[in-house]
């Protein structure tokens, strides 16, 4: 079993930046992938950024490219998402996951979850 374990998140203004961490604890090794997906009201989940565990390998979705940053401390077990130049259609519910498959696009190929942090971006 692997928990996860999020923090960070928040409302913050439009062109703010933010940082959430993800912190796991339990078998952390069989996880090979950890992702960041995010679900605004109405829509479904989608994956944002996801990391090899073990690794360098990195993916971004192309709406977060170049302001999404994906990175792990596996000295701390602990993945984090560097969110900056935040747009209002950034707002949703973000989720840390951790799975088999890299990048993993879809929900279904990830075995554990965070509790989910609300980002709010207002203009």
């Known amino acids: 079993q692997v928990q996860l374990v999020q923090s960070g998140g928040g409302l913050v203004q439009a062109g703010g930046s933010l940082r959430l961490s993800c912190a796991a604890s339990?078998?952390?090794?069989?996880?090979?992938?950890m992702g960041w997906f995010r679900q605004a009201p109405g829509k479904e989940r989608e994956l944002v950024a996801a990391?090899?565990?073990?690794?360098?390998?990195?993916y971004y979705a192309d709406s977060v490219k170049g302001r999404f940053t994906i990175s792990r401390d596996n000295a701390k077990n602990t993945m984090y998402l560097q969110i900056n130049s935040l747009k209002p259609e950034d707002t949703a519910v973000y989720y840390c996951?951790?799975?088999?498959?890299?990048?993993?696009?879809?929900?279904?190929?990830?075995?554990?979850w965070g509790q989910g942090t609300q980002v709010t971006v207002s203009s």
């Open positions: 996951a951790a799975g088999d498959s890299f990048p993993g696009r879809r929900p279904q190929e990830y075995d554990y």
């Open positions: 339990g078998r952390t090794f069989s996880s090979y992938a």
């Open positions: 990391i090899v565990w073990r690794g360098y390998s990195t």
